[in-house]
């Protein structure tokens, strides 16, 4: 059999193909590794060939910058689905209805159905001399069989577990839904069992490089426990348990720093606009240092692209340069003296169109637009021709940006710089970064202590908010205190302007019990009573939204947030499949 190389390869086709078997997707008769099991399941490269298929199923644009994206399902985790964006979505405004099907609890049972097949090969097969050659491969899937599992438990809580392939006559297609404790202790241990397989991301070859590392699996564990440990606590769950949670997280997070597998990107040549171009870097030049991704260590695990042989094939830049952003959002970025717009001196007020973005958080101004700046996109003319910033490189712009439109705060993440046609991006997706590790560590042990030390908060938050703010004041407990902060916020907020729009705001919110708060507070926009807006942008006389007692655009109002929110329903045809099958509260 021809040996196929994982570096942005084409999947094997034969081993992509789900064939589906009536409408309950638990039973997917004719499994996807059904080649011919006499001939098959034999060597390791076999066992790897069938593996590459489960790395179509991470998280990538379309299932965080889209709700949906076009012939895709719904988008659980879009980060337009949140409190931060100016969307209107019916996820983010709690109109959302009760379904008949969901093709995400569809995809995940056809996912588990591929894996479980691996798995149980692998388990009728112990006694093969070659059997450790491909144990690499059976950590791999239960890696995702973990990661599909967290997946559904971020959805809809808990899930009927199914560990084995099964056929029509098997009774866990009636069985009840299992527990929340049920499927996260499955998740830990699928993961601990990969950990102790999985190598070091230093020990995986060049030919192999983006399979999964034993960093990644580390990472992944900080996460699940995190979420999990969070949840419990925050809704008076058992103490032991949540703690217990919380150790994990702390741990599995710890070891991936210390290992020094990883690292923070941020190339001096860059400087302060080095996370900016680390989201848009690819190996064609896309930055003013001509960096190529080779240079990027912080991607622990990635969904990779390529401009020649992977393109994304979602229209990335245009759908995301000039998006809607909520004042709430503009309004958490620090000022440089590490303190919030409400107590620092430095804070320039809102009468300006460009007044509040002065003296502010290195990454407001790359992660926003700012009013009258020029920017590029990847049209022509529009694309930058040399990065300096030269009267070339202005003529080549789309202009001075007018953020007189939407909330009047506008995104630039994610947006291309260089001269490139619609939907052939081709940089690469973050499953796992290092500045989310460093994020979890710092909350796990602030919630599992109630403190966290200045050592602590210097191997973690401090890394990340320093990267581009070289002068900024740590975060510390000093600071906290003498200027009445509140440490848990702070490094709520350190998490929220990190790792925004990269599908963790939503359920951040519901993992904190705190968007029955957030998620119905009006999507605001910029000042207009009394500001340089109220001359600048008007429509018919007056102004574009309704203004608040304020003076601040009401973008969208009457929000609202139940508790059953919380969760999303279960399809009513999968009750209807299997009866057994209770339906989530208020739902």
């Not at 320039?348 to 958080?361: A, I, K």
Request: charged letters at 25%; aromatic letters at 10%.
């Amino acid at each position: 059999m021809k040996k196929i190389t994982f570096q942005y390869k084409a999947f094997m086709t034969g081993l992509a193909l789900l064939v589906l078997a009536g409408c309950n997707k638990l039973v997917d008769l004719k499994p996807i590794n059904e080649i011919s099991d006499a001939d098959y399941w034999k060597t390791a490269d076999q066992y790897k060939l069938a593996a590459n298929e489960f790395y179509t199923y991470m998280i990538t644009f379309a299932n965080v910058l889209y709700d949906p994206a076009p012939g895709q399902p719904p988008s659980p985790h879009a980060d337009i689905r949140s409190d931060l964006t100016a969307s209107r979505s019916p996820f983010s405004n709690g109109s959302n209805a009760l379904s008949v099907t969901d093709a995400n609890w569809d995809n995940a049972y056809t996912r588990l159905r591929a894996i479980n097949y691996l798995l149980a090969k692998d388990s009728v097969d112990i006694d093969n001399p070659l059997r450790p050659e491909r144990l690499l491969y059976v950590a791999e899937a239960k890696f995702f069989r973990a990661y599909i599992y967290f997946d559904l438990l971020q959805q809809f809580g808990g899930v009927p577990i199914v560990t084995k392939p099964l056929t029509s006559g098997s009774p866990e297609l009636q069985a009840p839904r299992n527990s929340r404790d049920e499927v996260v202790d499955l998740v830990i241990k699928d993961l601990e069992d990969a950990i102790a397989v999985l190598p070091l991301e230093s020990a995986i070859t060049a030919a192999n490089k983006g399979r999964i590392s034993k960093g990644a699996a580390q990472a992944f564990l900080g996460r699940v426990a995190l979420y999990e440990g969070t949840w419990q606590k925050f809704r008076n769950g058992d103490a032991n348990r949540y703690n217990g949670l919380l150790d994990k997280s702390i741990a599995a997070s710890n070891a991936v720093i210390t290992s020094t597998q990883y690292s923070l990107f941020a190339p001096a040549a860059l400087g302060d606009s080095a996370q900016k171009y680390m989201f848009i870097l690819e190996d064609e030049k896309s930055n003013p240092a001509n960096i190529t991704k080779s240079a990027n260590k912080e991607y622990i695990l990635a969904n990779r692209y390529s401009y020649t042989l992977r393109q994304i094939r979602n229209n990335v830049t245009h759908t995301l340069i000039g998006g809607g952003i909520s004042k709430k959002f503009a309004d958490m970025y620090l000022c440089q003296d590490g303190l919030p717009i409400d107590k620092s001196p430095l804070f320039q007020g809102y009468g300006m169109t460009r007044s509040e973005f002065q003296n502010r958080d290195n990454r407001m101004r790359y992660t926003m637009m700012i009013d009258s700046n020029y920017y590029w996109d990847n049209e022509n003319p529009g694309s930058r021709t040399n990065w300096t910033g030269d009267a070339a490189d202005i003529a080549s712009s789309k202009g001075r940006h007018n953020a007189a439109s939407g909330t009047g705060y506008q995104n630039q993440k994610w947006a291309t710089e260089r001269r490139l046609n619609d939907n052939e991006e081709g940089y690469d997706w973050p499953v796992i970064r290092l500045a989310e590790v460093y994020l979890n560590y710092a909350e796990a042990v602030y919630e599992r202590n109630g403190t966290i030390s200045d050592a602590d908060l210097d191997k973690s938050v401090n890394l990340v908010r320093n990267r581009v703010n070289k002068t900024m004041p740590k975060l510390s407990n000093s600071l906290v205190s003498a200027n009445s902060l509140d440490m848990r916020t702070e490094i709520r907020r350190e998490r929220t302007i990190e790792l925004y729009l990269e599908g963790f705001r939503v359920d951040d919110l519901k993992r904190w019990k705190t968007a029955e708060i957030e998620m119905p507070m009006n999507v605001l926009g910029v000042k207009w009573s009394g500001t340089r807006w109220q001359t600048r942008w008007v429509v018919n006389g007056t102004s574009p939204y309704t203004v608040d007692a304020n003076g601040f655009l009401i973008f969208e109002g009457s929000r609202t947030w139940a508790q059953k929110n919380y969760l999303l329903p279960i399809p009513t045809q999968q009750r209807a499949l299997n009866p057994n099958l209770d339906q989530n509260p208020g739902w």
